[in-house]
């Protein structure tokens, strides 16, 4: 049974999506602290311009950043991402078809970021229609910190094999995941470029271009590699 484990994300970039196709079980780790930075993509995503240029929607944070993600909350102002969502695809082949679902997401007021991450992972949900099981970390209990929480939460969710970014491999303690007969393996897949050259964009970018099936099928594409450690 084949694990992916990633933090709650706003409308999560395409690789993301590709990981979960190739998932039995996603873990969406909503127990761990919240994280911002100017390297993490977990409350942020990236949006193709008419005229080409990438466009950067990042959730505003009200109040600490050093909270649970349960915890950390949201101004106002994220539902203004709607207007500049709308004025860059708009005239995509296919948003018509996915205009619905996007708009749902920011049709009501939201308290918290991993709220707004949430509604937008069950929209892109409906539309891919992935086999994939979701569980929420919360739900489990698991306890443990960094790499171990990752053994433990295949462990808790009776995985065989974890799937991992290839920087993410660096963290984890692999010699404790071959004691315990799970398999690593790494996401080895090229993600899309958009129409301006803009590589992995938001999961918006392709449904608004490609469409569902496409989309899903482009997201299906094998993507794993065994050759770990």
């Known amino acids: 049974m084949r694990v992916s484990i990633l933090q709650p994300t706003y409308w999560a970039r395409t690789h993301v999506w590709n990981?979960?196709?190739?998932?039995?079980?996603?873990i969406w780790l909503d127990s761990v602290k919240f994280s911002r930075s100017a390297t993490k993509w977990e409350d942020r995503t990236v949006v193709e311009a008419t005229d080409g240029r990438p466009v950067v929607l990042r959730l505003p944070l009200k109040g600490s950043r050093l909270v649970l993600w349960s915890e950390a909350g949201v101004q106002p102002a994220w539902r203004r991402h709607m207007l500049t969502i709308r004025h860059?695809?708009?005239?995509?082949?296919?948003?018509?078809?996915?205009?619905?679902?996007?708009?749902?997401?920011?049709?009501?007021?939201?308290?918290?970021?991993?709220?707004?991450?949430?509604?937008?992972?069950q929209g892109c949900q409906s539309l891919l229609a992935p086999d994939t099981r979701v569980v929420r970390s919360s739900e489990l209990d698991v306890h443990s910190a960094k790499g171990d929480l990752v053994l433990d939460l295949v462990k808790a969710v009776g995985g065989t094999s974890y799937i991992s970014g290839r920087p993410g491999v660096s963290y984890l303690p692999l010699e404790r995941f071959?004691?315990?007969?799970?398999?690593?393996?790494?996401?080895?897949?090229?993600?899309?470029?958009?129409?301006?050259?803009?590589?992995?964009?938001?999961?918006?970018?392709?449904?608004?271009?490609?469409?569902?099936?496409?989309?899903?099928?482009?997201?299906?594409?094998?993507?794993?590699?065994?050759?770990?450690?």
């Open 19 to 26: 990981r979960i196709l190739a998932s039995d079980v996603y």
């Open 88 to 121: 860059c695809y708009a005239k995509r082949s296919h948003w018509a078809t996915v205009a619905p679902t996007v708009e749902a997401v920011y049709e009501h007021e939201a308290e918290t970021i991993a709220e707004i991450c949430w509604r937008t992972f």
């Open 178 to 229: 071959r004691q315990e007969g799970v398999d690593v393996m790494v996401q080895d897949w090229k993600a899309p470029v958009t129409r301006r050259g803009l590589a992995d964009p938001s999961i918006l970018d392709l449904l608004a271009n490609a469409g569902v099936p496409t989309a899903r099928g482009i997201l299906s594409q094998a993507s794993l590699d065994r050759n770990v450690g």
